[in-house]
């Protein structure tokens, strides 16, 4: 049988707090596991590295009670890394090599943090594709918001010495032989320096690769992010002519023109907002 839905999820925001960066709502994954044993594919598309989602979201799930026949899997780094979740945790792993940042630049970045900018944030020595240097916890949002910009242009001025060609908002900095080849991509509690190619939109082609290897794919899907750019997954989706909705869980940042619905929740945001269209999707879906 076809399931009657499909969830494509950023996990910063609409399923972890991005102040804790944990499941802090209870009823997240307990609506996932329900949904996910009633047969919908649950895909994780997110930025984060696999190491992250086994600590903070495999956990609960598996505690929850996923069943072997339920089809979740993680896609983290944007696209290079993907996984299947079962009930005894990760399943095989595999990396896309073709996206590694040059280890030189991680290895001065590392450096730069530990000696520049370790009072505001952190080098996340997790990933294995992409370099992520992240807002310590116990620093204020707004303090860490005001030393950003400073940490990406440093960064910036580390791929001109290298002749590594970036691309850091609206600046294109070209190596010689004229090549772009990676990006600074800033959020609200991170930056990632990351391959042009991944983004929101190559996970969600992995995603739907493994949704069909393992089944039927939904004709129904739902997206859910907290930013701009996690609206490419549905971009991509309804591209290839699926019936998607994204769900935006902090619209503040503004909602773009769509083809597509794009659905918001009055007075929550983050998390709350996600444990809203979660628990809604069980009930319609599970009966839970």
């Known amino acids: 049988m076809t399931p009657p839905l499909g969830l494509l999820l950023d996990v910063d925001g609409p399923i972890a707090s991005p102040v804790t960066r944990t499941i802090a709502i209870p009823s997240i994954a307990a609506d996932l596991v329900a949904l996910a044993n009633a047969g919908v594919p649950v895909v994780f598309n997110t930025g984060r590295s696999d190491e992250f989602l086994q600590g903070e979201v495999v956990g609960p799930l598996v505690e929850g009670g996923l069943r072997d026949e339920a089809r979740v899997f993680g896609v983290c780094e944007k696209g290079a890394v993907w996984f299947r979740i079962t009930p005894e945790g990760v399943g095989d792993l595999t990396v896309d090599d073709s996206l590694l940042v040059p280890s030189q630049l991680r290895e001065q970045i ?21 370099v992520s240097v992240e807002q310590r916890t116990d620093v204020d949002s707004d303090h860490y918001l005001g030393v950003q910009p400073d940490f990406d242009r440093a960064v910036l001025d580390l791929c001109r010495t290298d002749d590594i060609g970036a691309l850091w908002r609206s600046e294109r900095h070209p190596a010689a032989d004229g090549s772009i080849r990676y990006r600074l991509d800033p959020s609200i509690i991170s930056t990632d320096i990351e391959s042009v190619r991944v983004g929101k939109d190559l ?64 007075g929550v945001v983050n998390d709350a907002a996600g444990a809203v269209f979660l628990r809604r999707w069980a009930v319609e879906h599970v009966g839970a």
């Open 203 to 266: 996970g969600a082609e992995r995603a739907l690769d493994l949704v069909a290897a393992t089944g039927a794919v939904p004709t129904l899907w739902r997206t859910v992010g907290d930013s701009r750019g996690d609206y490419a997954m549905a971009d991509w989706m309804h591209g290839r002519g699926f019936d998607v909705a994204h769900v935006d869980v902090r619209p503040a940042e503004g909602v773009p023109e769509k083809p597509y619905d794009v659905l918001t929740e009055s």
């Open 110 to 130: 590392a450096r730069l943090v530990a000696e520049q900018f370790a009072d505001s944030m952190f080098f996340d020595d997790t990933k294995r594709t992409m």
